[in-house]
Structures are given as structure tokens and as C-alpha cells.
């Protein structure tokens, strides 16, 4: 079956990393992704990764892939308050065309 | 700004009404996608147009339908509407079908139900 799952609360003290993790169920993913939601605002897309890659740097986010676990993470370094969003993890599975399948969401509050 | 518009932003009727979103996609953008997200679902799959012509379903209602307009724009019509209904409604749009497109959200249109 297809399921995301994401632990619900994360606290970090600015200037730290943050590391949000996501597990998902179904072997035939082939992209994964992260977007971010602000309170009262669409998502925004983050970054995403192939299923045939380990990682993949953009900046200050840094996603790993350990396909073998199917386990995903998300690390932000230097956290800032305005990161304090919900991210999401998303996996778009192979042959349901466009559909995205999304975690329940974690809750990054920054703290100054 | 996502370049995904969505009309209108907020929507208050009352149950057993029937009200219409609306999605105007990303410049150049082929594919629509409609998603719901409520505090008890999460964000839920309903449907995909890509070019005018139904691609993907999820767990759409049988009082729900959606479409693609020739201009690519696309419409969401709930009807006989129910307390439960009362959520967010995201459209988002990617260039081609499939699952290596990224998709871009709109803002989402506000629903709730009295």
C-alpha cells in the first residue's frame, strides 16, 4: 500500500540544524519531494530527489535517500525563525500518473 | 508566488449547496491537479487533468467532479455539500503528466460549510 509517515513536532534553537525525517511504504516510488507551509499559505516546493540518487544538496537544504530503508530526510542547516513552517514529505508513485502521496506533515517551530 | 491562482480564496455556503473552484495553472502548464486537505485526512489526492482529459483519480466523491477548460484553466464543483466538506482546496500544475513533473500549488481556495 502506499503510506508516508512523518513524526508531527520539531523544536530546534536558530542558528541550528534541523532534521526532518519521513518513511514511506511503497518500493516503486520514483520521485520523492518536500514543500513547506506557512501559516495561511499554499505549499511552496522545497527541493526533490530521484529514487536513484543518495543525496542532494541545494543551499542550506540537504536531502538524503536511503531507498533500501525507504527513509527520508530533510536537514536545513543554520535554521532561522523564518523557517518555522510545516514541511511535508511527498512521494510520487510510479504509474498513478501525477499523484503525489503526502506524509501528515511536520511542525518545525524556531526558536530565537 | 507560485504563479498557480485560485478563485475565490474564501468560500462560506451552507450544507446541500453546490459551489464551484477555480484554477488557473502556471503559464505554459499542461497539467491540473486538485488536492483536499482537512485536519483528519491531511492533504488528500483527488484528481489530475492533463490537456483537457481526466489522467489520475484519488479519493474523489461521487458528489465531486473537476474539469479542463481548451484555456487549461479548470473548475472544482462540489455539490450537496456536507459539514465534513469544510476544508482547504489546493490546485496545483506541472508542465507535462507523469511522475517526474514538479508540482506547483496555488494559494488554495478556503471552504467551510454551515
Known amino acids: 500500500g502506499e503510506d508516508v509517515e512523518q513524526s508531527l513536532f520539531l523544536s530546534v534553537r536558530e542558528g541550528d540544524s534541523s532534521v526532518i525525517n519521513c518513511t514511506y511504504t511503497?518500493?516503486?516510488?520514483?520521485?520523492l519531494y518536500w514543500y513547506k507551509q506557512e501559516p495561511g499559505a499554499g505549499l511552496q516546493l522545497l527541493t526533490y530527489?530521484?529514487?536513484?540518487?543518495d543525496m542532494k544538496q541545494d543551499q542550506r537544504l540537504t536531502v538524503l535517500l536511503n531507498k533500501k530503508d525507504k527513509h527520508l530526510s530533510l536537514r536545513i542547516a543554520d535554521t532561522q525563525t523564518g523557517d518555522s513552517a510545516i514541511y511535508f514529505c511527498a512521494e510520487a508513485v510510479y504509474n498513478q500518473g501525477g499523484k503525489l502521496i503526502f506524509g501528515q506533515g511536520t511542525e518545525l517551530s524556531v526558536k530565537p | 508566488d507560485s504563479g498557480v491562482t485560485q478563485t475565490p480564496k474564501h468560500l462560506i455556503t451552507a450544507t446541500g449547496q453546490r459551489v464551484t473552484l477555480r484554477c488557473s495553472p502556471r503559464?505554459?502548464?499542461?497539467?491540473v491537479y486538485w488536492y483536499q486537505q482537512s485536519l483528519d485526512q491531511g492533504l488528500q489526492f483527488l484528481i489530475q487533468?492533463?490537456?483537457?482529459?481526466?489522467?489520475a483519480k484519488g479519493n474523489i466523491l461521487e458528489r465531486f467532479s473537476a474539469q479542463q477548460f481548451p484555456d487549461l484553466h479548470s473548475e472544482l464543483n462540489l455539490s450537496s455539500l456536507e459539514l465534513g466538506d469544510s476544508a482547504l482546496y489546493f490546485c496545483?500544475?506541472?508542465?507535462?503528466?507523469?511522475?517526474?513533473?514538479?508540482?506547483?500549488f496555488g494559494p488554495g481556495t478556503r471552504l467551510l460549510v454551515l
Open positions: 530527489i530521484f529514487s536513484n540518487m
Open positions: 487533468y492533463y490537456n483537457g482529459e481526466e489522467r
Open positions: 503559464s505554459g502548464d499542461l497539467s
Open positions: 496545483a500544475s506541472s508542465p507535462a503528466e507523469g511522475t517526474r513533473e514538479s508540482q506547483y
Open positions: 511503497d518500493s516503486s516510488s520514483t520521485y
